[in-house]
C-alpha cells in the first residue's frame, strides 16, 4: 500500500529562520501530494498541493514540489514566523483512490 | 460556506457509557470519512462513506463502534460501552467526490475523554 515518511519532530526555530520539513511517499503511479497544517485545538486544513511531477505547491509562503524522481514533496519557508507553530502533516492520495496516506506529522515551534 | 461541522467539540463519559459523535458535511460533498487521533498511532482512519453508504469500515477497531449516514447531511459515530482507551480526538471529514484529487476538508473535531 501507499506510505508516507515525513521527518521526525519536535522542530524548534527561530522567528525569521528557514524551515524544511522533509517528506518521501510511496505509491503506485503518480499520486496527489498535499501539506496539512493543524493548528492547536483545531482540525487539519490543507496548506498546499501539487497534482503531478514538477508542480509547485504555495500558500501563505509555503512551498513545495512534486519531485518524481526522489518520489518527495519536501515543506519550506523561507522565514518562519511565531504564527507558524503548528503540526504538519505531508499526505498523498493514489491515483484513482479514497484514501489520503497521511505521514506522522512534523510539530513546529517557531521562538520569537 | 461553514465547513465541516461537529459537535459536540469536548465530551467526557464513564467508561460503560454510550457515545455519540455527529458530523454535517460540507453541502455537495459525497464523501464523508472518520478519522480518530491519538499521540500513540496519529491520523488512523475508521471508516468511509460514499454517497451516504459505508464502503469501507476496515479501520473500525471494534464492534463497540458504529457508524451511520442516514442522509448526505448527516452522519454519526457511536462508542457502545466506551472504554478509557477510546479516549482521542474524533475528525469528520469530507470532500467532493469519489476518485479525483481533491482534498479533504476537516471539521475541529471531538475530543473524547472516557474515565
Known amino acids: 500500500g501507499d506510505s508516507v515518511t515525513q521527518m521526525e519532530g519536535p522542530v524548534t526555530l527561530s522567528e525569521e529562520a528557514f524551515l524544511t520539513i522533509n517528506c518521501t511517499y510511496t505509491?503506485?503511479?503518480?499520486?496527489?501530494l498535499f501539506w496539512y497544517v493543524q493548528y492547536p485545538g483545531e482540525g487539519l486544513q490543507l496548506l498546499l498541493k501539487a497534482t503531478k511531477a514538477d508542480d509547485k505547491g504555495s500558500n501563505k509562503g509555503f512551498e513545495a514540489t512534486y519531485r518524481k524522481e526522489t518520489t518527495s514533496f519536501h515543506l519550506e519557508k523561507g522565514s518562519v514566523q511565531v504564527s507558524d507553530s503548528a503540526v504538519y502533516f505531508c499526505a498523498a492520495l493514489g491515483a484513482g483512490s479514497y484514501q489520503l496516506t497521511f505521514g506522522k506529522g512534523t510539530k513546529l515551534s517557531v521562538i520569537p | 460556506d461553514a465547513g465541516v461541522i461537529q459537535s459536540p467539540r469536548h465530551e467526557v463519559t464513564e467508561m460503560g457509557q454510550e457515545v455519540t459523535l455527529r458530523c454535517k458535511p460540507i453541502s455537495g460533498h459525497n464523501s464523508l470519512f472518520w478519522y480518530r487521533q491519538t499521540m500513540m498511532r496519529g491520523l488512523e482512519l475508521l471508516i468511509y462513506?460514499?454517497?451516504?453508504?459505508?464502503?469501507?469500515d476496515s479501520g473500525m477497531p471494534e464492534d463497540r463502534f458504529s457508524a451511520k449516514m442516514p442522509n448526505a447531511s448527516f452522519s454519526t459515530l457511536k462508542i457502545q460501552p466506551s472504554e478509557p482507551r477510546d479516549s482521542a480526538v474524533y475528525f469528520c471529514?469530507?470532500?467532493?467526490?469519489?476518485?479525483?484529487?481533491?482534498?479533504?476538508?476537516f471539521g475541529n473535531g471531538t475530543r473524547l475523554t472516557v474515565t
Open positions: 462513506f460514499n454517497n451516504n453508504v459505508p464502503i469501507d
Open positions: 471529514a469530507s470532500r467532493p467526490g469519489q476518485g479525483d484529487n481533491s482534498p479533504l476538508h
Open positions: 505509491a503506485t503511479g503518480y499520486p496527489s
